[in-house]
Structure formats: structure tokens, C-alpha cells
DNA sequence: TATGAATGAGTTTTCATTCAT
DNA sequence: GATGAATGAAAACTCATTCAT
């Protein structure tokens, strides 16, 4: 592999950390599925670990940006903007099913990079979606609750059906990569969003899935 | 340590897989921490792998029957006995976070130990609470829904703040380990049962949590 | 296995350092095979070596005293006398296999207990094999050679196919452990005896197996 | 030791199988002779098996085709081939008695290498060796019989020297590693096919030694 | 006489990393 | 840019042995 070295490490890493788990994932296994010689990943990367931080690093970058779009349409109303975040996020996560798996794994750990994760991109997620939510409060769209609270719950909406795949496969037999399967899974959250976070005979709006 | 080594093993694998994951954890800092030789490791649980295997026995041991005894309520109704298996799983993973954590971690991986995981025990608590959900929904108690995405969204609410106890703390500044958090946790996801899955003007008792 | 725990493991070992050799048995597996508790075989035989010494012990005890019955034809002839000798080694190995190879192995290696061996049960072999043959050279029996050349090829032919019982099921498929097989392989060593070390036109009595 | 750690590491494997066995062997002790970092031996031959995988190839091969070679004299009369070929192993092994020994010896385990080493190298050996015989036989100049009898005697007398070393210098005070040993040898071999195989009075020519 | 627990020393193996080319 | 060789450190695991009971 000349030319793309680069780019078919990391593809290989997100499998690999997405398989075996970071710590379960060796370098020369990287280097063995990218056609890469080892000694590429540390001049590339610095070690190992540089081939992690990489991996966030995409991976946020992208996630706060669609939380962004979503934020934007805010004027239109709290609870079409917290749709429309959790639309972008769902598609998101569902083009990138193994990065965002690997991610919501190691991000339950307690490293260093963890920290800085948090203290810069899950730090703005809260933020943005504190506002959605306080505004929706004030303009009487949304009940009274605390933030972090619906925060929380969202959260595990929205993840955990990447981050367990094999559950869903082999238990649930719904097929998590599959379009059809996003759009309805957009719709029940949607749903929550109507049913526990607005007040009763409030705005429903439905926004399409586009 | 002579005595008690096996309980001293598993207590210090339980914390330490927690914090630095079953690869990131060597069966060296076990025996340390345990106060113990690590051949004895060997000798209890045959190698590391048994050691992990051994946590997920004894937390889905538990588990399950935590459901089993939510399930026992299914005559007073499918709302009150799904409540009942929210409130005791609840409690049951604020009294073991770290083995939940980890658990919950460790199940993300497609290893042997998983498979054989999800084709017992999670392929019980599937069974219970499909049981409930459709009797909820002959029964009028619950729209008509895919118990399977039920299921789905209410695992979601349920593990999530137990995975990421480091986020809640750090970023949203909510402590899972305190009980006023599981409680008034609980009652978000009632909420949700209410919200969402309940027929709008029917059955809002809420159980209490005792 | 209460009350004849020393000869199951005996037994036990035999049969393993048979299969894989002695540093490829742990006490463990003899322990395993002879339903045994490990500490046992130091409470017996103090510790693995001293297992090896016995099973050599009980071999060679046996193996010269078989030889020493062949030399007691010596008064009938030359011939006859080594002829008696190849058949009680041929019948002793016959019926000790698995015994017969590991020594056969063990013996290659250069160890303590194996110059052991040498000094002693060898040393007596060499001298009955030695004066049989000097006997009948100047009784012109045989012919005139060097019995250490003579003895060097007698030994490769009584041992080779116990040594080797794979490849001869394997590859020859000649079953050496068939009652058959020994008959007429003692009677091709006479062939040798008569055609290599006996003087042409003399003595070719055949002496009749048992 | 930069540059021919590999030859080091399989000639310094050769010398320590020989004197300890291959499971009495450690790699680091391996390692140590070869000065060479332990994790070489890993990086050349996979495991301390591909090291013992290789000593049976490198053997085999030449051991093979020195059979191959003495067979080529077939038109000249099988005594003279098969005398050929007697002559080609003895002074193969005694070139490489630390490798012969230790092959000898490993080879009677029953292992999985030890498997495929006789489907495929000891059955070209058979096959050769038999095509000799029964073209002696067809021919009159060798008596009637079974040649996998013969083959068995034959491999008795070319191996017995070579496996036990310490035997002949330590209890028959013969020494094995000397020219003259070989030649007078294979002369006692030459008298074994002649007096046993041969037809009485046959062709008895001498192959010289080369 | 017999055993289960425990251990220390040693084994093979893995791995991230370095470096000369 | 890219590579194959080489390495030190540490990993998991094995094992003979000891010992209190």
C-alpha cells in the first residue's frame, strides 16, 4: 500500500479498536490489515496511542459540527432544533457505525485523552444542547426539567444502538445499518421528545426525516 | 493475603477492569492489588479470561434476576411490573457500578464469552420484557409499539449513566452514586414509560420507589 | 484412586513421558491421569526426577536380568546363547512398550541418571553381550570381528522398532505391538546372526521361539 | 550479534536440543548461546515449534535427497543402489550427528509435526528403500522377503550410532565422530546386506566407499 | 497417608518502539 | 517516505514444590 499509507491506517485502526478494543488491538495487526509496515503507524502517528487520539479526533470534530447544524435552526423552535440535532447525530453515527462504536467504548474509560475530550467537545455538546433546551423551557415549549437530566437521556438514546451492535444483531435481530432502521429510530426519539419533554398539547411538529 | 484469595481477586479485577478495561488491566496489577500471588489467578479462574467470565456471571446472575422479579408484578399490570424491573435494575447497577460499568463496556466487544452472554442471559431479559410490553399492549395499557424498540430505547436509558460515570461527573456534574441521582433517575425513565409508551389518558400510577 | 496410588502413578507417567517426554509431562498431568492429588508424587518419589529414575530402574533391573538369562545358555553355544538373549529382550520390550521407548528416548540425552545408567545396567549389558561374542569367535562359531561393532548393530536392531512404533504403524504399517511381529522380527535378527556373524558353513541351529 | 542472528539461532538450537531435548530447551538459553535478543527466535520462526519445524525440514531434505542420489545407481544393480544409499545417510549423519541425534530422537514423539514429517518425507524414504528391494528381488540378487522388514533393520543399523552418542563413547568407547568409525561402519552394513539379504553366492561387490 | 491452597521461579510469547538503510 | 531487522520490557501462563491440615 504506497501512496495511501496514511488513510488505510486508519481505516484499519477504526476496524481493529472497533473488533478487539483498543488495548486488544496490536500495531503490527494494524499495519498487517492496512498492508503497512508497523514502523509507518509511529511515523505517522508518533505511537499508538497519536492513532487513538486521531480516531476522537475525527470523530468529534464531525459529531460537535452536526450538533452545530442542528443548533442553527434554533429560531424555528426548540423542539425542531433538538430534532433536528438528533437527526444529524443518528445519521452521523449510523454512516460511521464503527468509529462511533469504538468511540463510545473508549471513551468509558478513564485516560487522558478521555478528559480532554470532555473538557472540549462534550463540554460544547452540553452547551448546545443546555441552550436548546433552556430556551424550549422559557418559551413554554418544553416542561420544566433540569437539562442534564433529559441531556442524560438522550445521550442513551442516541448511542446505545451503535454501541451495541452485536445485541441488536443477534438478540434484537434489528439491523442497526440498515437505512430503515435509522429512520424509524429517529421517529421513536422523536416521540420521547413529544411525549416526555414537551408540554402536553404543545407543538408536535414533525420534522421528515429529509 | 491466605484466606481469602479468590473474593480479594475478584474484588480488585472488578475495580481495576472498570478503570483501565480487561486488556488494559495485567494480571500482575490483580495480584497487587489483591495482595496476592498471581499464580493464584491461574489457579482460580484457569487464566485471565476466566476472570472476566466470572464478572459477567455474576453480575447477569443478578441481573436477570432483578428482571425476573419486576416480571413477578405482571398481574397488577404492564406498566407497574415494567416500573418495578426499571426501579430494581436501577438499584441493582447503583450498588455494583463498577462491575457495571465494566460489564456494560466489555459486552461492546465481539468476543466468545459475549456470544455465549447474549444467547443466555440477554435473550432472557428480552423474553421478559416482551412479555410484558405485549401484555401491556392486549391489555390497551400501551400503544402499539415494536416491543423490540422498546426494549432498545429503554436499555438506553437505563445503562448509559452507568458507563459513563466519568462524563457525569466531569461534565454534567450529576453523581450516579448518590442516591438522591437514582432515584430521581428512575423516575425520568417513568416518565418516559408514561410519555411514550403508555396510551395518552390511561394508567399513570406510579410505583414508589420504596 | 485410594490405596495403590504409587502404581497408578507410575503407571500414569509411564504412559505420558511415553507420549511426550518427560520435560513435556507435567506432574500435573500425571497427577490428572493417575487420580492422584500432585503433592503425592513428592510424597512417593520426592520429586519429578525421581519418577524418571524409578522407571528407569524398573526397566533396566528387568532388561539385564533378561539378558543374563540368555547368557546362561552360553554352555549350549555361542549362537544359541545370543539368540536366547535377543529373544528375551525382544519379548521384555514386546511387552513393555510404551516403557521400553521412553527409556529408549530418555537414554539419547545426556543427564545425570543417564550416566548413571551407563556405569551400571550398560556396562553389564556390554560385558554378557562381549563374552557370548568372544566365546564364540574362538570357538570359531563367528567370525572374527570387533563385538563392540557387533553389539552397536545388534542393539540398533533390538531397539529401532520400539523406538519408533509411529512410524512403523505410520508408514511401514507393521504392528509392533501384535504378537506376530515380535516372532518374525527375532527370527530376521537370527537371519542376522547367522548370515553376518556366524562363520559360513556353521552352526545355523534355530532355536525355536519359546 | 547483528547480521546472521537467524544461522546462529538455528545452529545454537541444534546444539541445545541435541544435549537437553527440545522441551528441556529454553529459548532464552537458545537466545544466550546465538547472542541474540530472545525475541528474534519469534521473529524468524513464529515460535520456539517453527524452530524444531525447521531443524526437521533442513534435516529431511538433505536426508531425502541422499536417498534420491543412491537410488540413482539403480541400473547399476540394487546391492550397488541400495549400498549407495547406506553410504549417502552415514556420511550425512556423521556430518551432522548433533542434527541427526536430535531428529532421532524427537521423532519418536507423537506430535504434530512429527505427523506430517513421516506422510511426507519418511514416506518418499519407504518408497525408495522399497523400489530398491523389489527390484533386488525380482532381479534373484536378493533373497525373498519382506522389504518393510528390511527397511526396519536397515533404519536399526544407520540410526542406532547416531542417537546414542554417549553411549558408544562412554560404554563401548567407539567414537562415532571419527572418520574411521564411518567407514568401518558402513562396511558392517555392507556385510549385513550381502550375508542376510544377498542370495548366497551372489554378487557380493563392494561399493568403495567413495 | 492424602490433600487443597499457595507460591516463586521460570517459561514462552507479545508488543510498541527504534534505527540503519 | 518506507522498510526489515532487532530489541527491551512486560505480558500471560506453567510448573515443581511446599505446607498446614
Not at 503490527?28 to 502517528?45: E, L, M, Q, T
Amino acid at each position: 500500500m504506497k501512496g495511501n499509507a496514511k488513510e488505510a491506517i486508519v481505516r484499519a485502526s477504526i476496524n481493529l479498536f472497533n473488533v478487539n478494543g483498543f488495548h486488544g488491538t496490536s500495531i503490527r495487526d494494524i499495519a498487517k490489515k492496512a498492508k503497512v509496515n508497523p514502523a509507518n503507524i509511529a511515523y505517522y502517528f508518533d505511537n499508538k496511542h497519536g492513532l487513538l487520539e486521531h480516531c476522537f479526533t475525527i470523530f468529534f470534530e464531525r459529531y460537535v459540527e452536526e450538533i452545530e447544524n442542528g443548533y442553527g435552526f434554533i429560531e424555528q423552535g426548540a423542539a425542531i432544533s433538538l430534532k433536528k440535532i438528533v437527526e444529524n447525530i443518528m445519521i452521523f453515527q449510523f454512516e460511521n457505525t464503527h468509529l462511533t462504536r469504538l468511540i463510545l467504548r473508549e471513551i468509558s474509560l478513564d485516560t487522558q485523552i478521555v478528559r480532554e475530550i470532555m473538557s472540549t467537545y462534550l463540554m460544547k455538546e452540553r452547551y448546545y444542547i443546555n441552550r436548546v433546551i433552556e430556551k424550549g423551557i422559557r418559551a413554554e415549549e418544553f416542561r420544566h426539567t433540569s437539562p442534564d437530566y433529559i441531556t442524560l437521556q438522550l445521550k442513551g438514546l442516541l448511542h446505545m444502538p451503535f454501541l451495541n451492535t452485536h445485541y441488536m444483531n443477534e438478540v434484537l435481530h434489528v439491523r442497526p445499518n440498515e437505512k430503515y432502521f435509522v429512520e424509524k429510530y429517529i421517529r421513536e426519539i422523536y416521540k420521547w421528545i413529544d411525549g416526555v419533554l414537551c408540554q402536553s398539547e404543545y407543538n408536535k411538529a414533525y420534522v421528515a426525516v429529509n
